[in-house]
T-cell receptor
């Protein structure tokens, strides 16, 4: 099993603050995806990164894949209440399957 | 709306029973994944089918089985249900069968075993 540990597990911040969520593993992944999930709904894909060192920006969200393809980070600038949710990373690993991280629950307070 | 549909949305049943969850992938997607999400275990991969054939197997119990039909919809069968099987079950689909393809998740089926 290829484990992905996310930190922090819980995060509560004020609107307008910046934050970073980390996704770490000792295993190498062929790709890394980030999802946001709201209560009672399915995860929604935010981004896919496939190249070591790759950085992708989507408006206020910046995603980075580590050089060794073992870790990733998600940085949110000027967080808004609409960013509230469970953030999940998922790595494409051996056995042709995705391994999901432990999740980071983000609450942005207006 | 991801384009992936799952039925039923909610299911309440008793221990020892058997249930079937259904998933229709996005139009054009050949691959279907099944996941179980519980509070203590997070999102766990169960099984993947690609164009009707089993492609990958994860932490799926022997009491659980799945299949993908010629029209590409998939069913997950859960039998001899236990209290611990209560969870959200998600289906996801993708165009291809490998992990370089993006997955799109359905809204899930909430299973409650009493």
């Amino acid at each position: 099993t290829q484990l992905l540990e996310q930190s922090p597990q819980f995060l509560s911040i004020q609107e307008g603050e910046n934050l970073t969520v980390y996704c770490n593993s000792s295993s190498v992944f062929s790709s890394l995806q980030w999802y946001r999930q709201e209560p009672g709904e399915g995860p929604v894909l935010l981004v896919t990164v496939v190249t070591g060192g790759e950085v992708k920006k989507l408006k206020r969200l910046t995603f980075q894949f580590g050089d060794a393809r073992k870790d990733s980070s998600l940085h949110i600038t000027a967080a808004q209440p609409g960013d509230t949710g469970l953030y999940l990373c998922a790595g494409g690993g051996t056995g042709n399957q995705f391994y999901f991280g432990t999740g980071t629950s983000l609450t942005v307070i207006p | 709306d991801s384009g992936v549909t799952q039925t039923p949305k909610h299911l309440i049943t008793a221990t020892g029973q058997r249930v079937t969850l259904r998933c229709s992938p996005r139009s054009g997607d050949l691959s279907v994944y099944w996941y179980q999400q519980s509070l203590d275990q997070g999102l766990q991969f169960l099984i993947q089918y690609y164009n009707g054939e089993e492609r990958a197997k994860g932490n799926i119990l022997e009491r659980f089985s799945a299949q993908q039909f010629p029209d590409l919809h998939s069913e997950l069968n859960l039998s001899s249900l236990e209290l611990g099987d209560s969870a959200l079950y998600f289906c996801a689909s993708s165009v291809g069968g490998g992990t370089s393809y993006e997955q799109y998740f359905g809204p899930g089926t909430r299973l409650t075993v009493t």
